[in-house]
């Protein structure tokens, strides 16, 4: 599994999407607290949840059990278990019975899968007037460092330190990507048959405070640095990573700028979006 043993350190270690997201997608999308959310490789519900109250029902899949289990998790300390269904499956399982939805959103996870068909099964699964929402970090963003309050988090010298123990070629799981990861999700959504994109950014830019354990985190929530990969040096590993951390920063004080978030809005249908009655 791609992110096997990652689940844990998720909550803690990955930077949010910028303030403003579930806004933003609420005004672009009329999302009125009714209708229902697929949320395809949902994580531990990072993004379906943040969504929670604009919907009336959250469905997340995803195949890795620590996954469904940290957003089941999240969802009971929200108070939205009873509105939530986490599914443990592969997006290529799809549609699993689970019905037709108004929104579907893949938040930095449709890079793994077979792109094509999983794009196809989630547009017959989306009601008239439905929309695919694909999130990411806006990648080509630079995010100064400059008037942080705290060290910046050393990202290259971690980078390094990643391959001194893995090896030069970037893993993503047990295999191996020389050339990372697919991208051009655009020609992927136009042969299926989607209209758009619609593009929004949710500009970051906040510093964020970090500590040691936070960054350390961070690292073994990825896919290409998943604490299994290290095998028995996984202790090793960490050592050398928190001494590395300790160098930069004595006081166990870093900062990262927020990432801003990019949105491409994909409607199933030619005419945009459905409009709905107002609640009553």
Same mark, same amino acid.
């Given at each position: @599994?791609?992110?096997?043993?990652? #689940? ?39 993004? %379906?949840?943040?969504? %929670?109250? /604009? ?11 620590? @996954? ?19 599914? /443990? &499956? ?22 793994? @899968? ?5 794009? #196809?099964?989630?547009?017959? @699964? ?59 999700? &655009? #020609? ?10 619609? /593009? ?16 350390? #985190? ?15 040096? /996984? ?46």
């Amino acid at each position: @599994m791609l992110f096997s043993g990652t #689940a844990a350190y998720y909550r803690r270690g990955r930077l949010p999407y910028a303030p403003g997201l579930a806004d933003v997608l609420a005004e672009v999308l009329g999302l009125d607290g009714r209708g229902r959310l697929l949320d395809v490789g949902c994580g531990p519900g990072t993004v %379906a949840l943040i969504l %929670a109250h /604009r919907f009336g029902e959250i469905v997340g899949v995803d195949p890795d059990e620590g @996954m469904i289990a940290e957003a089941a998790r999240e969802a009971a300390e929200r108070g939205v278990s009873a509105k939530t269904r986490w599914v /443990r &499956a592969r997006a290529e399982e799809l549609p699993a019975g689970l019905g037709t939805f108004s929104v579907a959103t893949f938040a930095q996870s449709f890079h793994w @899968m077979d792109r094509d068909a999983v794009a #196809a099964t989630v547009k017959g @699964m989306l009601r008239p007037g439905g929309a695919l929402v694909h999130v990411s970090d806006l990648k080509a963003e630079t995010r100064s460092v400059e008037g942080l309050p705290y060290p910046a988090v050393p990202e290259t010298a971690i980078g390094e330190l990643v391959r001194d123990h893995l090896g030069p070629v970037r893993r993503a799981g047990r295999a191996l990507l020389p050339h990372g990861t697919a991208g051009n999700e &655009a #020609a992927v959504f136009t042969r299926t048959g989607f209209a758009g994109p619609e /593009r929004h950014v949710v500009p970051g830019g906040q510093a964020l405070e970090r500590t040691s354990d936070d960054v350390v #985190a961070g690292v073994f929530s990825m896919s290409f640095s998943a604490p299994h990969l290290f095998g028995t040096r /996984r202790d090793e590993f960490e050592a050398d990573l928190r001494r590395l951390l300790r160098a930069v920063s004595p006081a166990d004080r870093f900062s990262e700028r927020q990432p801003s978030t990019e949105v491409f809005v994909w409607w199933r249908d030619p005419t945009g979006p459905a409009t709905y009655p107002p609640p009553a």
